[in-house]
């Protein structure tokens, strides 16, 4: 028998040598534009294989208008976190390109050196 996913909360029943089953989520507290309360939810889901394969992805699901800059914030710590648990290789490519890019903006804000 396959054991469910560590991270899964819910799973679904097999069908056809895979089942269907969701991870941990985070939520972003939100109000639109008009008072109306709408949380940004990330979220991991996946599918499992009767082999023990698993095929995990983030679904994002965002208002239709604008959001604030902590808000945006705290969007992307959550979609870190759910790279982080659904392809620990991505997070280590993020985290480096995410480093050199902060490299390359800091040396093109640098004042030119006088000489």
Same mark, same amino acid.
């Given at each position: ?11 679904? !029943? ?8 969701? *991870? ?21 889901? *996946? ?40 392809? !620990? #290789? ?6 480096? #390109?995410?480093? #050199? *890019? ?14």
């Amino acid at each position: 028998m396959t054991a469910k996913p560590e991270d899964a909360t819910s799973i679904g !029943p097999w069908e056809e040598g895979r089942r269907l089953f969701d *991870g941990q989520s985070w939520t972003v507290e939100h109000t639109t534009h008009n008072g109306r309360p709408y949380p940004i939810t990330v979220a991991v889901i *996946g599918k499992q294989y009767d082999d023990g394969r698993v095929q995990r992805r983030i679904v994002v699901d965002v208002p239709g208008d604008p959001i604030t800059t902590a808000e945006a914030r705290q969007v992307i710590e959550a979609l870190t976190e759910a790279i982080a648990m659904s392809d !620990p #290789e991505a997070m280590d490519r993020a985290s480096n #390109e995410i480093a #050199e *890019g902060r490299k390359t903006s800091q040396l093109a804000n640098r004042p030119p050196r006088k000489g």
